[in-house]
């Protein structure tokens, strides 16, 4: 294999990169859940060699109860899982050899970068490691989600119609202040700094 070598598709990653995920630690970074598992499963490490498994995702990916809820399935078998508010290049570790970089969809299916060049490879976990100490515990947040994942259909579907605060208020049954407060949760979580960039978020994620 090239020492980076770029495939599009699930199918085709898996079936020239599959072998790779025998390791003893592997980690992941994605905006979603969905990233590396659209078409196949993602590949499964050898449960007998894997001795670390880290995932980290955006904190707005938790908004989605399915999402959530698979999130603290993995935790639950043993995954390390933490979340940011930053917007996250999307990646796994697999080992310290090698990494697979998520691309855009230009091409009508997402293309795939599978990184061996060892400098690289040092890089890419440095910036790993880094982003992995500034994210938090899955648990740190789950009461504000708790409360904050119902309402956020209608907060969005609000922003996105273009409702004014008091309007929104009325409609969810909540008072002006917490309205706002929600708003602000919302576009925390997001780690969006506009009432527009939320709402265009929300999008990619399909939260609207």
């Not at 980690?27 to 969905?34: E, K, M, P, Q, V």
């Not at 990646?91 to 400098?119: C, K, N, Q, W």
């Not at 100490?133 to 907060?155: F, K, Q, Y």
């Amino acid at each position: 294999m090239d020492l980076i070598e770029v495939v599009h598709g699930e199918r085709e990653l898996f079936a020239r990169a599959g072998h790779l995920f025998d390791v003893d630690e592997l980690a992941c970074a994605a905006n979603t859940l969905f990233t590396w598992w659209r078409t196949n499963p993602e590949p499964q490490p050898n449960p007998r060699r894997l001795k670390r498994l880290r995932k980290m995702f955006r904190l707005s990916a938790m908004l989605d109860p399915s999402w959530s809820q698979q999130a603290h399935v993995m935790a639950e078998h043993g995954a390390e899982v933490r979340v940011t508010a930053d917007e996250l290049n999307e990646t796994l570790l697999l080992g310290h050899r090698f990494v697979i970089m998520a691309g855009d969809m230009s091409r009508g299916e997402r293309s795939y970068s599978v990184i061996s060049a060892p400098e690289a490879v040092q890089g890419i976990h440095a910036l790993y490691e880094a982003a992995w100490r500034a994210a938090s515990p899955l648990e740190v947040h789950d009461a504000s989600m708790v409360e904050l994942r119902p309402l956020t259909p209608g907060i969005l579907t609000a922003l996105n119609d273009g409702l004014t605060d008091e309007a929104a208020a009325r409609a969810l049954g909540l008072s002006l202040r917490t309205y706002r407060r929600r708003v602000a949760e919302l576009m925390a979580a997001m780690g969006a700094t506009s009432r527009f960039q939320a709402g265009s978020r929300a999008r990619e994620l399909g939260l609207v």
